[in-house]
Every structure is written in structure tokens, then in C-alpha cells.
């Protein structure tokens, strides 16, 4: 029986290294193979007392192929590694990593999301000579070593959904959450909650979780990741990789393939290289803290050893992320942090810290976690501000708040007061007015007739409130033409309008359409997408808006092949730097900070620069109190080209918008033309205030990737803004030509406390 | 009397509907289908969201818009005099020969046969307890009906109402829904033919599902 057990360890070791080299192989499993071959052929015949040794020999050769071949391990490699069913999983990890555990949320397939996993685990440790039980909520994917139902560790919404109530339990509870990302990425359908709103709705929840967060990457698949791994300390497997897109996404976009066809495996390769996957890398650029060594080819579920520094590396994070934030520390912080400095230290079982936090405590954790990852991704854009602007923006927001603190603050009180005073005595003059004026005029006029200039005017101004048009006047013009125009309403041609067939829409003539109709049909309302200028200007008052942070320019952080190029050429394109624009404007009197991301840049693209922008303009907002309105002309997700550099603005931006709202401000998101993915699904989609201009499309992922994904067709109005309406992951449809009237009548209504003209 | 297997016998003669394709409006015409002869298909897709085979652009105000075929078949007849020319609203350009389905020749011959008792609103319908009875007993085709009669039930958020048949008087050839279902507004529930008429109208619907064949 033994013997058949090792049989059968022996063969599944020797399959799993052919899996992770690929179908191509190399010299070392071809000579590997045919000395198990010759193995497996001989052992029937071996005298009893040689089975031993030759297994042993057997072993041994094995051991050794995979110390050699890890040294050979290419970026892709590491992918085939993680998809593998014998990869560990988090029962896996459940078992032997925690003392004891009940699964909760749903048990096998018997789920909500059979794809996350969530349990209630205790590590137990001895202090002294008692035995201490310390809880902690697991959260993670769940790929079951190839269970179909879990669906390869994706998590559908509902199942992220599933995430975030646990970890509002946790919060209840004030036990730390250890989570762990084994996702290829996130189920992307749009049915209710919807892929980006609820990983959005995560990130927005984390972003101020008041227990300690302590994330592990094994396979992170952009969104599907973000949505459980914004924490205080992140960890990755040695083998694991993270990345905006799987290699074969980035292949398949590089390669420009469309209808499900494959990429060749050597451009897969090369994606995987070019993105900075692996754990190395993702060390390297500061995106993740530690990285736990696995055995040679990775951890499969047998490596206890591997176990044990798991738990150890697990222990020291939240033990950190703790001590870092509590006032009662002292020695053990020195104990925590000479072990982070020096390997041969202190074992973290040896030290015991609580885990639940006290108020103080969390408001300073919540501060450490939006500080760390404000710190990140600094290294991936260009900031050309010259270095006087530099100072600038340093001094002006002290300028801000002091303004703020000032004229909001000590200053509110004393205007209140003296507006309250004016209140009080206007009401007594009425009073007076009423009581004495008014009966005196009434007896004058009496005498004298009645008023002619006031009986006239209040004749005017009655006909003005009830004709309803002014024929005698030719046309009645409402003086509302547009400040900017379209360059294509300057072509003499007609234009068809998509509705045509259903909705028997005329042509229309050009300079009419994109003019005076604002590129909206006027037979079926459809609206054509406009250039981004048109709603600069003739919504945003650009003309006299104060453009900021414009010097912040899109880099090409990987050195990705070719696409210094393509930012080149875009940047030539546009005469912008980056896709987001931020300025300082006013609509009609009240002053607001605008952030929008423009399509014609890279496809409206995030990444590092985009990101800064985007915080540097929501900081600005919070500290001058001003409302903060996000206008997506057109995104289409993270820029791929930027690897986690991209990926990680999800949760950057979504920790300073959170700030943002928390400090009492009103964030507005307008989606325009097509917003997709990442920004969708993080610090766009998080807003509680989000419209979109008729005719747009909003989405997680395109109708091929889903289509390609979950193998179900998608209906060709299934990303439209009214879908995402009844979906409920937007608030209102707007018509572009009532956008600024809208958006006034918003700022006026909706929003926090703390904006300056409330 | 309707004579269904003149009916029959028409369409086996003439198994084609021609479908002429116009110029939808003025414009300029550039040719992109082939030739007489050649097969194109028609619009295709789940939600009908795939376009068929280009057939023609025409141009007018240099708007360059497709024109597609409206179903599967083949070209007969296609004016390439037209290439180029400038058309007036309502041109013939091309002439398609759609083969008739199966499902096309049945759905034409029940048409004229059969009278369609629609739904009147989108709910549940059941038979009242004594037509389900019979029809479970002695099968669908074995019940009468007359106008006024009163056959459903219409079950709708919890409220039911009978429903009475209103129509030629008949037998029930085929019933569309299930019990359970909902039925949409104007839908079909139950198609009727006079009672002399049942056996050979079942003959000639036997007949096509066996005989037609379906131009691949």
C-alpha cells in the first residue's frame, strides 16, 4: 500500500513539472521522463529489498530536477505553476496554517460563490503557560484544486459581495482579517451587484476597515484581487504572480485578436516578461512587502515545511500591522521590527500581541493604510513641474487649509451669527413695513389712482410667464448656442443615426448635428459621441478654468517594448500628457475641482500619472472644500502597458476618495461615450453620486471578454446606460444639452457638510 | 372552403418567396454582393444582432450606408446596370430567392388554416377543470369549441378569472403554452380548425415534417 502511494506521488510530482514547463519541455524533464519511464518499467521486477533504494535514487532525481529546473522558471512558468490543480489552495492553507477553523458564508457548493471562501480561524499560542486563542476571519479564493463549481478561484459580484459583509463582521468583531488572493480574476458579468460596482464597493469598504488587513498573492488577477487585498501589509508566494491582466489578455490585446482567437505561445511568453508579474518584481516596485519562499516548482499541498513559514510570515505581518498602530508596545515593536531587519531573530510565536485595537488605535491605522499606499508608484510617472512648482504645490495646500480652517471654520461662526442678526431684523422691518407703510400707500393711492409703471410691469412680467413662444419676435432664440463647436460640423455631409432602423430616424445633416443639436438625434434622443472639448467648454467653463498638475506626464515604467512610441504619439495627438486633465472651475458660481480622464489619450487609459492626478486633484478638493466631479469622457480600464503600476491606482485613488467623502465632500462621477474595467470598478464606481449622458456604456469588461470568459453570448445592449440604470449602478441618464443645468441643480442638493457654499 | 392541399401543392410548385430589395431612399449605388447565383444569408444572432450578407452601399450626402440581406437565399437577379448610378427612393436593385423552411411552409399552411385564439394579457392561463380533464383523457384535438364558451383561466399576481373562447367554432389543434408559463400579451394560446378539416390538415403538417427538405 505505501508502495502504491509513493507510485502515485512519484507520477503526480512528474506530471505537475511537465504541466509548468509548457508543452515545449527542455532537455532536462526529457532525460527526467525517460529515467522515470525506465523506473516505472523495471519495478515490477526489482527484488524486494532494492525497491527501497530505487525509490529513495528515484526521489533523489527528482529533488534534484526541480532545484535545477527552478532556477529556470520563466515569468509564464510561474502562471502554470499557479493555475496548477496540485498548487496549494486555501483549504489547503485553512489546514495547516491555522489550529482550527469553521467555514462560514456556505460550505462546498453548497454557496453563494462556491469561488470565495470565508472562515473563522483561531491560531493558538502559548504565552507563558497558558494558551492563547486568536481569532482571525479568512478570507480568500478557493480553487479546489480544479473543483469545476469553484469556477477556477473567480469570484463572481455576489461571492465579493459574500466578502465584504464578512469583513464588516470583522470590523464588528475587531479581529484582524487575513485574506488570500488566488483569483485569475474577477467573474465579469454585470448582472446585480455588478463585477466593477461591487469590487468598487470593496474597495471603497476596505479602504476604511477599521481592523487590521492582511493580504497573501498567489495568483492576482487584476480587479478580482483588488476587490480582497487592500491591506496593511501585503505578501506574496514566491511562485505567485500579480498583474493587471492575465499574459494572455495582454497577448491577445497586443496582438490585436478578436473572436476568441489564440495568442501564440511565444507572444504570451513575452506579455508575461514585459508585465513585471512576479513576486520580484512586484517587490521590487513596492507593491508588495514580503515575499514568502516556497520549495523549488512551488508549494503543492505535502510541503508542510512551507506551512510553517506561512503561518510564521503571517503572524510577523499582523503582528506589525498591530504594533505599528497600538501605544502599548514598547519591546515588542524593537522584538517585531530587529526580526524584519535581521532573519536569525526572534520567532514570531515567541511574540504575543492583541490583535483587537482601540479606537485611537484603528483612526491611526486607517491613517498608516491610506499614507502607504499614497506612498506608492511614485517611481512610475514623470513629473516634470518645474521646481518652483514643486515647492508650490507643497506650500499651497498648508495655504488651503489654513484658508479653509479660517474662512469654514473660525470665520463661519462669526458670519453665521451676524447673517442670523440680519435675519432677525429684516423679519421686524416687514413687520414695521407691513403694518405701517403699507396701509399708508394703500390710502395714497386711494387718493391718486392706481400705480401705471408697477400695473404695467406686472402685466410684462405675467404674459412673460404664461405665452409660451414669441412669434412676433421671428424665431424664438433662447441664447443658449454652444461656446465650442465640433470640427465636425464644419464637413457638408449627412450622418445616419444607429436607430434608424428601429426608430426610422431621418439623416442628419452634419453641421446640424454636431452644432446646434449637440450630436443628440432629434427624432430618438441618440446621442453621438462629442469630443471631450465640446463639454469642457460648453459645460466646465474651461475657457476660465485654472488647469493644474498638467506637467504630470505618462511614463512607460516597464520599458514595455514599443510603447514609448504609441504615449509619444498620443501625446502629439492631443497636446496632453496624461489622459486625466484636472482643473478648478466654476459652474455658475459655485466653484468646483474637475478630474477627467479623456478617451483620445491611450483609450482614456490609468495608470501611474493618471492616478497622481486624480488624488492630487480629490486632496485639493478636500482641503479647499470645493465639490469634486469626476467626468469620464472614456475610459477603457488600466493602462496594460504599466503592469501593477496601473492596477494599483484602483486602490490608491479609491483610499482618497474615500477621504475625501469621509471628510464631508459631495464626489460626482459622469460617465460619458464607453467607461470600462479598472477605474469602473474602483474609485469611479465607488462614488455614491454617479450619472451618465445618454447613449454611453458602462461595464467591467468588453462584450468579447465576457462572451470569451463565461461562454454565454452577451446581448448587444447590455453595457448601455440604461441597462446600467435598472441595474442600479447608476443614479440618473442625463441629456448632454441639460448636463450643466443637471449638474448644478446637483451641487446644490446633494453632497456632505463640509463644502464651502453650504 | 380552404383547400389545403391546393395549398400545399401551390407551394411545392413555387417553394421560393421572392424578395425584391429596394433603394431605402436616393443615393448613389455601389454593388458588394457578387453576382446572380450567389447564396447570401440573412440576419443571424441570438438577439438578431448579427447583420446578413452585404449586399449594396448607397451614398447620399456622402453618407456611405450599408444595405443588407434581409433573409438567407440567393441573388437572381441583381441590376449592375444600376453601379455607380444615382436611384431614386424605392429602385429595385436586386431580387433575393428565399427557399422556404419547414418551419416556414407549416406556419403558412396553419396560418390559412387555423384560427389563433390569442393571449389576451401577459399571465398564466390553465384550462377550466372540465376541458383539462378532457383533454387529458381523450387528447388535445378531441374538444369542441363555440364562442362564449368558457375554457381558461387567467391567473395573474395571485388573481384568476375565467376566460372565455371567442372565435369559430372548432377543434383544438394545438395548444402553445405550458401550465405554469407566463404568456406574453398577443401571444398565441390555442390554434382552432373546423372540425371536417382536422385529419387533413394533420396529413399535409405529417407530410412536410417528412417530405420538405431544408435548403442547407
Known amino acids: 500500500m505505501d508502495r502504491e502511494k509513493r507510485l502515485l506521488a512519484l507520477r503526480n510530482r512528474l506530471a505537475y513539472v511537465e504541466d509548468v514547463f509548457g508543452p515545449d519541455g527542455n532537455d532536462s524533464i526529457r532525460v527526467l521522463k525517460a529515467r522515470a519511464a525506465e523506473f516505472l518499467e523495471r519495478l515490477p521486477h526489482f527484488p524486494q529489498a532494492d525497491v527501497e533504494r530505487e525509490f529513495r535514487r528515484i526521489e533523489e532525481l527528482l529533488d534534484f530536477s526541480e532545484k535545477k529546473l527552478e532556477k529556470e522558471l520563466t515569468p509564464m512558468d510561474r502562471v502554470r505553476i499557479v493555475r496548477h490543480p496540485q498548487r496549494i489552495c486555501l483549504k489547503d492553507i485553512l489546514e495547516n496554517v491555522y489550529d482550527n477553523y469553521s467555514e462560514i458564508g456556505g460550505q462546498g457548493e453548497y454557496n453563494i460563490d462556491p469561488s470565495v471562501l470565508i472562515a473563522r480561524a483561531i491560531i493558538s499560542r502559548r504565552v507563558g503557560r497558558r494558551v492563547v486563542n486568536q481569532p482571525v476571519l479568512v478570507i480568500g479564493h478557493e480553487k479546489g484544486h480544479g473543483e469545476e463549481f469553484r469556477n477556477g478561484g473567480s469570484a463572481k459580484p455576489w461571492g465579493n459581495a459574500k466578502a465584504l459583509h464578512y469583513m464588516k463582521v470583522a470590523e464588528t468583531e475587531n479581529i484582524p482579517i487575513h485574506t488570500y488572493v488566488f483569483t485569475p480574476g474577477s467573474y465579469p458579468v454585470e448582472d446585480y451587484p455588478g463585477a466593477a460596482q461591487q469590487i468598487a464597493r470593496n474597495l471603497y469598504e476596505m479602504s476604511a476597515l477599521r481592523v487590521p488587513v492582511v493580504a497573501v498573492f498567489s495568483e492576482g488577477g487584476s480587479g478580482g484581487a483588488e476587490a480582497v487585498a487592500l491591506a496593511d501589509r501585503r505578501i506574496m508566494l514566491s511562485h505567485g504572480y500579480y498583474s493587471v491582466i492575465s499574459p494572455e489578455g495582454a497577448a491577445a490585446i497586443e496582438g490585436r485578436l478578436r473572436n476568441g482567437q489564440r495568442a501564440d505561445s511565444a507572444l504570451v511568453e513575452r506579455c508575461a516578461r514585459q508585465l513585471a508579474i512576479t513576486a520580484q518584481d512586484n517587490v521590487a516596485n513596492g507593491y508588495v512587502d514580503r515575499v514568502v519562499q516556497e520549495p523549488p516548482l512551488g508549494a503543492r499541498p505535502d510541503h508542510f515545511e512551507f506551512f510553517k513559514t506561512l503561518r510564521r510570515e503571517i503572524l510577523q505581518a499582523t503582528n506589525e500591522v498591530v504594533s505599528s498602530v497600538k501605544s502599548m508596545k514598547l519591546f515588542r515593536a524593537m522584538a517585531l521590527s530587529s526580526r524584519t531587519h535581521r532573519k536569525a531573530a526572534l520567532d514570531p510565536e515567541s511574540i504575543y500581541v492583541r490583535w483587537d485595537l482601540s479606537n485611537a488605535a484603528r483612526d491611526r491605522l486607517l491613517c498608516k493604510r491610506y499614507q502607504r499606499f499614497r506612498d506608492m508608484s511614485h517611481h512610475a510617472y514623470r513629473d516634470n513641474r518645474t521646481f518652483m512648482d514643486k515647492i508650490r504645490s507643497g506650500l499651497e495646500p498648508l495655504c488651503w487649509s489654513l484658508h479653509s480652517f479660517v474662512s469654514y471654520g473660525l470665520a463661519r461662526g462669526m458670519r453665521k451669527r451676524v447673517r442670523d442678526l440680519a435675519e432677525e431684523v429684516s423679519a421686524e422691518a416687514f413687520l414695521i413695513s407691513e403694518r405701517v407703510v403699507r396701509p399708508a400707500r394703500k390710502a395714497l393711492s386711494r387718493f391718486s389712482g392706481p400705480d401705471q409703471p408697477r400695473a404695467e410691469l406686472g402685466k410684462r412680467a405675467k404674459e412673460a410667464l404664461t405665452r409660451l413662444s414669441c412669434p412676433e419676435e421671428g424665431a424664438c432664440i433662447n441664447g443658449d448656442s454652444w461656446v465650442w463647436m465640433s470640427g465636425r460640423a464644419r464637413e457638408d455631409r449627412a450622418v445616419s443615426c444607429p436607430n434608424a432602423r428601429t426608430h426610422g430616424c431621418p439623416d442628419l445633416w452634419a453641421p446640424d448635428l454636431f452644432s446646434e443639436f449637440a450630436g443628440v438625434c432629434p427624432c430618438c434622443g441618440h446621442h453621438f459621441s462629442m469630443e471631450y472639448e465640446w463639454y469642457f467648454y460648453n459645460v466646465f467653463n474651461y475657457a476660465e478654468a485654472q488647469e493644474f498638475n498638467a506637467d504630470i506626464e505618462s511614463g512607460n515604467p516597464l520599458e514595455y517594448e514599443g510603447f514609448d512610441a504609441k504615449i509619444e504619439q498620443a501625446r502629439k495627438r492631443t497636446g496632453r500628457k496624461s489622459s486625466c486633465v484636472t482643473f478648478e472651475t466654476s459652474l455658475d458660481g459655485v466653484q468646483v475641482v474637475v478630474a477627467s480622464l479623456i478617451a483620445p489619450f491611450r483609450g482614456g487609459t490609468v495608470g501611474a500619472a493618471e492616478g497622481e492626478k486624480f488624488i492630487l486633484a480629490a486632496e485639493r478638493a478636500q482641503k479647499k472644500h470645493y465639490p469634486f466631479i469626476a467626468y469620464v469622457h472614456g475610459t477603457a480600464g488600466i493602462r496594460i502597458q504599466e503592469g501593477v503600476n496601473g492596477v494599483i491606482q484602483m486602490p490608491r485613488c479609491t483610499l482618497a476618495v474615500r477621504r475625501y467623502i469621509d471628510a464631508g465632500g459631495l464626489y460626482l462621477v459622469i460617465y460619458d461615450t464607453n467607461s470600462y474595467a479598472g477605474p469602473v470598478a474602483s474609485f469611479l464606481g465607488c462614488s455614491p453620486y454617479q450619472f451618465a449622458i445618454r447613449s454611453s456604456n458602462i461595464g467591467f469588461a468588453g462584450p468579447g471578454v465576457i462572451s470569451e470568459t463565461t461562454g454565454m453570448p452577451v446581448p448587444p445592449n447590455y453595457h448601455k446606460a440604461y441597462q446600467a440604470l435598472s441595474r442600479g449602478h447608476v443614479h440618473g441618464i442625463w441629456d448632454r444639452r441639460e448636463i450643466r443645468k443637471n449638474l448644478y441643480q446637483v451641487l446644490l442638493t446633494v453632497g456632505g457638510r463640509n463644502l464651502y457654499y453650504r | ?216
Open chain 2, 1 to 216: 372552403m380552404l383547400n389545403i392541399k391546393e395549398l400545399l401543392e401551390d407551394i411545392k410548385s413555387n417553394p421560393y418567396k421572392e424578395i425584391i430589395v429596394r433603394s431605402p431612399h436616393t443615393g448613389t449605388v455601389e454593388f458588394a454582393a457578387g453576382k446572380s447565383g450567389d447564396m447570401v444569408r440573412g440576419r443571424a444572432g441570438t438577439w438578431g444582432e448579427k447583420p446578413g450578407t452585404l449586399l449594396a452601399h448607397l451614398t447620399r450626402e456622402k453618407n456611405k450606408k450599408p444595405i443588407y440581406a434581409p433573409e438567407k437565399g440567393e441573388i437572381v437577379n441583381i441590376r449592375t446596370e444600376l453601379e455607380g448610378a444615382f436611384v431614386e427612393a424605392g429602385q429595385e436593385l436586386l431580387t433575393l430567392r428565399h427557399y422556404l423552411t419547414r418551419k416556414e411552409v407549416i406556419e403558412r399552411i396553419l396560418k390559412q388554416a387555423l384560427f389563433l385564439f390569442r393571449a389576451p394579457e401577459r399571465a398564466k392561463y390553465y384550462f377550466i377543470p372540465e376541458v383539462d380533464q378532457k383533454l387529458k383523457v381523450s387528447g388535445k384535438r378531441s374538444v369542441k369549441v363555440f364562442e362564449g364558451m368558457d375554457m381558461l383561466i387567467v391567473s395573474r399576481m395571485k388573481r384568476e378569472t375565467p376566460l372565455a373562447y371567442s372565435g369559430p367554432e372548432g377543434l383544438i389543434y394545438s395548444v402553445y403554452f405550458h401550465r405554469g408559463d407566463n404568456v406574453d400579451e398577443g401571444e398565441p394560446l390555442l390554434g382552432v380548425c373546423p372540425e371536417d378539416q382536422l385529419s387533413t390538415i394533420q396529413d399535409v403538417v405529417a407530410r412536410v415534417q417528412s417530405e420538405w427538405e431544408e435548403d442547407e
